[in-house]
């Protein structure tokens, strides 16, 4: 789940307030914060992330990896499997794994073809990361979220 999408669910979570009243709570600077939740691309910085985390009440960390799988690259990595039929793991929020071949994908959704050739599909605001990563999306693994349990 990318960073603008997280911030969704947590502005959902937390009764809906507006981009606005956040900005204003925060001191977060005019216009950043819809920026943040609405961009495909990486919008922000540690300390904007920090400022967030504090305001929703969750750990920076949580957050702040969220920063670094935006939109923009799992459509690169949608593009890339859909071109050259390799499959295309995606980790989901919920803890699934889904390894298959791109089928299609839009700005809300991808279908995957399975192993067996049944066919899922995907809300893209449910993938957390996924492999492979393109070219200039590559992590380390110290970046990678940690499961809990």
């Avoid at 920076?60 to 949608?78: C, G, I, T, Y």
């Avoid at 071949?101 to 067996?116: C, I």
Wanted: proline share 5%.
């Amino acid at each position: 789940m990318s960073l603008g999408d997280y911030l969704r669910l947590q502005r959902a979570r937390h009764g809906g307030v507006t981009p606005w009243e956040i900005e204003a709570a925060t001191d977060l600077p005019k216009g950043l914060y819809r920026q943040m939740e609405q961009r495909y691309r990486a919008v922000g910085d540690d300390e904007s992330v920090r400022i967030l985390a504090g305001f929703y009440g969750v750990p920076f960390e949580e957050m702040r990896w969220r920063l670094d799988w935006p939109r923009k690259a799992l459509s690169r990595a949608l593009v890339a499997s859909t071109k050259t039929g390799s499959p295309l793991t995606l980790h989901l929020w919920n803890g699934q794994e889904v390894t298959g071949k791109v089928r299609w994908w839009d700005l809300g959704a991808a279908a995957v073809e399975l192993s067996d050739s049944s066919l899922i599909v995907i809300q893209r605001h449910a993938v957390e990361r996924w492999d492979p990563r393109e070219d200039g999306d590559v992590l380390s693994e110290d970046q990678f979220p940690k499961a809990e349990g």
